[in-house]
Each structure stands twice: as structure tokens, then as C-alpha cells.
């Protein structure tokens, strides 16, 4: 069974090729955006840290900044 | 109706969605897996190579989709202004061009068993290559002017799409305009598919698991252009 699935009548390397290209793929392509989106994430939070007290709570009225600080979800 | 669009109203629920998104992948990709590398019958005549279309042809339809998405949200974008939806096609592009760079690998690899060659200049194939380079054009034209005149770069990357959209039905019909290697179209919307269930079950359960991770990097993606916007916003402060 399982040298069936490995090697699928001479195929096997071909199709597994086929699928570990793709999945590589989806992997890297995951995490550069992942990390493009913890790197600008990171550049407000440190931007709006160096804000004084009026600018932040001017900055904090907006629904979309307010957001963006309390989603602690990195994904 | 676009107000609805608005990106302070909608990042609510794109911030929170990427996580349920992700865990749904993963289930569908599981059960997609599992159907087309063990569940899934071999072909009478390709023999177990035909499971490479299980990742093969779900790509080469997102690919096509996402293209098409983004031709439309340009054009409706460019006429009516509405610069949100240019961030959408912008958000779309990166998950389009890999699925096109992975219908070209994973299609070159199934080439060799099948045809004996792991590249030919067959029509299907050129086709999807020129779309492959329209991607390429309009990530460059981001990056080149994305941080200049946004008027400029909404231009450029339309007509890129427009120019580019054109490929698409040529992709579709090149098989049946011009005598390929490619085999024609064995699922038909309006026709009977010939495709037999135990093959296309697993094809769709493919297609969806491929379409949920586009849409969880588009929204990843998405989610980062709405914080640059918001940092430069903060730099005016």
C-alpha cells in the first residue's frame, strides 16, 4: 500500500514532484505575506507610539486604527 | 452601492476573517489530498501521472479567475473612481501569478510522462505563459510607480489588465482553435462533462481548498496595503 502511493507505477516521482512544487509554493507565498503584513503592522504600532497624547486620540477616533491596534491575531 | 466597499467599513471584518479562513484551508485541504494522492482512481490511459491535474487544472482556473477579477475591478475602478477597488486588484495579483507559475511547473512536469517532454511551444502552453508575463507587468508597474502618481499607476496597471484580458479567451479556446498536445476541455458548464465523478470529485474539493488560500492571501495582502495607507496617514499627523 504504502510503496504503492510513493511510487504509483514509475509515476511517483512526478506526481509527488507535482504536489511538493505547489505546496512550496503556497508555503513561501504565505509567509512573505505574512511577513509584509507583521512589518507594517509593526511600523504603526511604533509610529503611533511616538504620537503625543492629541494626535493619538485624534488617530484613535478612526474606527480602522483602532482596529488595527486591538487585532493581536498575526495571521 | 461601492460605499459598502469602503475599506474603514469592511477592514472589521477582513482583519478578523484570515484565521477562519486558514483553519477551513487547511480541513479542505486535507480532504483534497487525501482524495487525490490515495482515494482517487488512476486513469486507464495516463495510469497515476493523472493526479497531477488535481493541482494542475484548479491553478490554471484561479489563475484565469483572478486575472479576469482584476481586468474588472480595474475598469469599473478607472471609470468610477474608486480607488479601493485598484487595492483590491493589487491585493489579488500575487496569489494569481503563482497559481500561474504553479499550473506552468506542475504542467511541465505532467508533460514529461505524458508527452515525453517537459516543454513544447504548443499553444495552451504559450498562452499561459504570456498571461504569466502580463502578472509580472503589472507587479512591476506597482513597484515602479506605486509610491509616484497613483493616477499614473491606476492608468498603467488598467491597461495592462485590458491588454491582458485578451490572452484569456485565447488560453480558453486555444485547444480548440489550434491543434495542441493539450487534450480539450473535459468539463463543460453548459454540456455534459467527460469526466467521470470519482475524478471530479476530488478536482472540485482541489479547486475549492486552491480558491480558500487565494482568498486568505488576498486578504492578508489587502489587510497590509489598508496599514501602509494608514502609516503614511499617521505621518501626516
Keep these: ?75 | 452601492m461601492f460605499k459598502f466597499f469602503e475599506p474603514n467599513k469592511i477592514f472589521f471584518i477582513t482583519s478578523k476573517a484570515p484565521k477562519y479562513i486558514f483553519l477551513l484551508f487547511i480541513i479542505v485541504l486535507s480532504i483534497g489530498l487525501t482524495e487525490a494522492l490515495i482515494l482517487s482512481p488512476e486513469d486507464y490511459k495516463q495510469s497515476h501521472s493523472v493526479r497531477i491535474m488535481y493541482v494542475h487544472v484548479p491553478a490554471a482556473w484561479i489563475t484565469l479567475g483572478i486575472f479576469s477579477s482584476m481586468t474588472l475591478l480595474s475598469i469599473i475602478g478607472y471609470i468610477f473612481k474608486i480607488k479601493n477597488f485598484f487595492l483590491i486588484s493589487k491585493s489579488l495579483a500575487p496569489s494569481g501569478f503563482v497559481f500561474n507559475i504553479i499550473a506552468l511547473v506542475t504542467g511541465s512536469i505532467w508533460g514529461k510522462p505524458t508527452w515525453g517532454t517537459w516543454w513544447a511551444w504548443d499553444a495552451r502552453i504559450t498562452s499561459m505563459l504570456i498571461l504569466a508575463l502580463f502578472y509580472i507587468m503589472y507587479l512591476l508597474a506597482w513597484k515602479i510607480y506605486g509610491n509616484k502618481d497613483k493616477e499614473v499607476v491606476f492608468k498603467i496597471t488598467s491597461i495592462i489588465t485590458i491588454l491582458g484580458i485578451v490572452n484569456v479567451p485565447i488560453i480558453k479556446y486555444s485547444v480548440d482553435w489550434w491543434n495542441t498536445l493539450h487534450q480539450p476541455a473535459s468539463i463543460n458548464i453548459l454540456s455534459k462533462s467527460s469526466i467521470h465523478v470519482s475524478m471530479l470529485f476530488p478536482l472540485l474539493i482541489m479547486t475549492a481548498a486552491f480558491a480558500l488560500f487565494s482568498l486568505l492571501i488576498f486578504l492578508m495582502k489587502y489587510n497590509t496595503e489598508l496599514i501602509k495607507i494608514k502609516n503614511k496617514g499617521l505621518d501626516r499627523l
Excluded: H, P
Aim: proline share 0%.
Design chain 1, 1 to 75: 500500500m504504502i510503496n504503492e502511493i510513493l511510487f504509483m507505477n514509475g509515476y511517483g516521482f512526478y506526481v509527488w514532484s507535482a504536489f511538493i512544487f505547489t505546496l512550496l509554493s503556497f508555503a513561501t507565498l504565505y509567509v512573505v505575506t505574512k511577513i509584509q503584513y507583521i512589518r507594517e503592522k509593526n511600523k504603526f504600532i511604533a509610529k503611533f507610539g511616538n504620537l503625543n497624547s492629541e494626535r493619538a486620540a485624534f488617530a484613535k477616533s478612526q474606527n480602522i486604527n483602532r482596529e488595527i491596534l486591538s487585532n493581536t491575531s498575526n495571521i
